[in-house]
């Protein structure tokens, strides 16, 4: 099981060449979500930077103007993974390296949250500890910080999966390429 806060790399091979992995991405990539909403004509499925042979990109949930991305658009996540690569040119094949992490912003707030929850579950676990050799009764409301740190966990865990599939998907079709390994 990968950890929630690691992130996932991946290598594509594909035969286009780095100038036109990197024409395809300036064609799929564009200005901030904010710039992109004033510049309404010119929004693009991915938002972000791409300089040489290195990007950093975020999927626009808010792009639907296109059919070839239409279906995978339409979710309200407003903190998409991060995505960060590099283009490897080789002889025959080209090589790009994904990294893909959560957006810093959810990394930095499950964080704290987790650590706050955390130390909560920890204390009141010893509070029920002594509890329960002092009077021989279970305190169920233990149970309550528990679940939600499970229940914050699998939300976050299922929305991240989900969007790592879309972003593999599109960037399998943007580059043309197959993924030969995924760590």
């Known amino acids: 099981m990968k950890s929630l806060f690691l992130p996932i790399n991946i290598i594509y091979k594909t035969n286009l060449t780095t100038d036109s992995i990197q024409s395809r991405l300036k064609e799929f990539v564009g200005p901030g979500p904010y710039l992109g909403m004033m510049l309404a004509d010119q929004v693009k499925p991915y938002f972000g930077v791409v300089r040489n042979l290195n990007f950093r990109i975020s999927r626009f949930t808010g792009y639907e103007s296109s059919d070839f991305y239409k279906n995978a658009y339409n979710s309200k996540n407003h903190f998409p993974p991060d995505i960060t690569g ?98």
């Not at 490897?88 to 707030?109: D, H």
């Not at 865990?157 to 943007?174: F, G, M, P, Q």
């Open 86 to 183: 590099t283009i490897i040119p080789g002889a025959t094949q080209t090589k790009i390296q994904i990294k893909i992490r959560l957006n810093s912003f959810v990394l930095v707030f499950l964080g704290l949250w987790f650590g706050g929850v955390g130390f909560a579950c920890i204390a009141t676990t010893f509070a029920a500890a002594i509890h329960l050799v002092r009077t021989h009764q279970f305190e169920p409301a233990l149970l309550i910080l528990y679940g939600m740190l499970l229940i914050v966990y699998a939300i976050v865990r299922a929305n991240n999966n989900y969007e790592i599939e879309i972003v593999k998907s599109d960037l399998e079709k943007i580059f043309e390429a197959e993924a030969v390994e995924e760590l």
